[in-house]
């Protein structure tokens, strides 16, 4: 399986991909090796750029055809214009940074809205494990144990979706994944989502903000799988 048909494969790719509009200006946020940002310029033509802090992940974009420059979200979000983007993208990074909060707003400042996916420290098994260990628990979507794990502010769901009231966002879609299984939509804000969702990706905006970029009708249940705009 090469890079591509592997970015195809990650649900939580797939449900990025669903949640962006076609020829959208996109900034990936932690780009790693480009994979998301090939994937959306191929299924979606978007425009598509890059801030990764690894040379070696820079080096593999540069290969690869993508505008991708070495940058740190904690240190270097704030060179970018503001609203330059319709869309930021910081999809497994917003734990591993050092002001979450900060490079929230970042976000969306520079872009109308933001796709943000993140690890659920709130999810049964993580609190089975933690219940039953008194270690701190590894999972699919927390693979590291913690001397080496890249995560400096693991959150819970509810965590997430206070910090996003707190300071005004607006959480205008979200999806849980878990147990490798596809996507499913959610209301974010029910407590049982707090206990079921080993990860979950937000689609966020402020209210007044994206006139620009038309946001998806909803998550609604009957609306196509493949593409959320496909209407």
Not at 65 to 70: D, I, K, R, S, T
Not at 155 to 169: I, K, M, Q, W
Not at 183 to 204: D, G, K, T, V, Y
Request: charged content about 25%; proline content about 6%; hydrophobic content about 40%.
């Amino acid at each position: 399986m090469n890079a591509f048909e592997a970015a195809q494969a990650r649900e939580d790719f797939h449900e990025i991909l669903r949640l962006v509009r076609p020829g959208a200006r996109v900034l990936d946020i932690g780009c790693g090796e480009g994979a998301l940002l090939e994937l959306l310029a191929r299924e979606k033509g978007i425009d598509g750029r890059g801030l990764e802090i690894s040379p070696l992940g820079v080096s593999a974009c540069l290969s690869r055809g993508l505008a991708v420059v070495q940058g740190d979200a904690d240190r270097d979000l704030a060179d970018f214009p503001t609203r330059a983007f319709d869309y930021a993208i910081l999809s497994q990074t917003l734990q591993a940074v050092r002001e979450p909060r900060v490079v929230l707003n970042e976000l969306l400042r520079i872009a109308d809205r933001a796709i943000v996916s993140l690890p659920n420290f709130g999810y049964w098994k993580v609190r089975l494990s933690l219940l039953a260990t008194g270690r701190m628990p590894m999972t699919g979507s927390l693979p590291e144990p913690w001397y080496s794990t890249p995560n400096i502010h693991l959150c819970t769901l509810r965590d997430f979706t206070e910090l996003c009231a707190d300071l005004g966002v607006r959480v205008e879609a979200s999806s849980a994944l878990s147990d490798g299984k596809p996507a499913r939509p959610m209301e974010s804000a029910r407590w049982i989502e707090n206990w079921r969702a080993e990860q979950a990706i937000f689609l966020l905006s402020r209210p007044g903000s994206g006139e620009r970029t038309a946001p998806p009708a909803s998550y609604d249940r009957a609306a196509p799988k493949d593409d959320l705009f496909a209407r």
